[in-house]
């Protein structure tokens, strides 16, 4: 299913960029640390076909606190990152930043989550902050970009871009009306001001 992170138990890996040891202060409750660091995403964020997402390896800016209480340790913060998107209508490459805001209680091990089956545990005083950004991430990135409110989108003849020619349009779109435009041309020429021959020569037969 999409948007959910399977949340294993295991240790966490401490030489993900993702993962910080909180042994020096998860035990004394009130105590408070802050992170800012970049990381490199791990993999892919976003759907595979999305309009949006964060190419594996892109910077990922974390702004955090991180706060002991007593059941666990509280993280609060924010990731940025750049975002190779599209827009839904034109399809021309935009620009943008994803800035998504999180916050994750870690509990102790044994600690009562009230019920909780989504809780996730701090092992070895290490938490891993990795599944909680990725689905705050994927959840920030925009469903449909566009390049400006009113784009235009393209030409659904020619794919012409709209934006940089609204006044865009063909002659004939429609092959039944294009017979009936043509029944038209030859009506006007006939009533033109200077006919190739007189009107009487057309009834011939
Ligand atoms: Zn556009
Ligand atoms: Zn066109």
Known sequence: MPGTTPRPAAQPDPRSPFV???????????????VHDTVPAPDLLGDKDGVAVVPPGSDVRLDLRLEAVVEGVLATGTA?????????RCLEPLDLEVEAEFQELYFFPGEDTGGDEDAVFL??????????????VVLALPPAPLCRE?????????GALLN????????????????????KD?????????????PAQDHQE
């Open 20 to 34: 910080i040891d909180t042994h020096e202060y998860a035990r004394r409750p009130g105590s408070m640390r802050t």
């Open 80 to 88: 940025r990152a750049a975002v190779v998107a599209e827009c839904v």
């Open 123 to 136: 092992v070895n005083d290490l938490l891993d902050l990795e599944p909680v950004v990725h689905d705050a």
């Open 150 to 158: 009113d784009c235009l989108g393209l030409c659904p003849e020619c």
């Open 164 to 183: 940089e020619d609204p006044e865009h349009e063909h002659e004939t779109v429609d092959p039944r009306w294009a017979a009936l435009a043509d029944l």
């Open 186 to 198: 030859q009506e006007d020429s006939n009533s033109g001001t200077a006919p190739v021959a007189p």
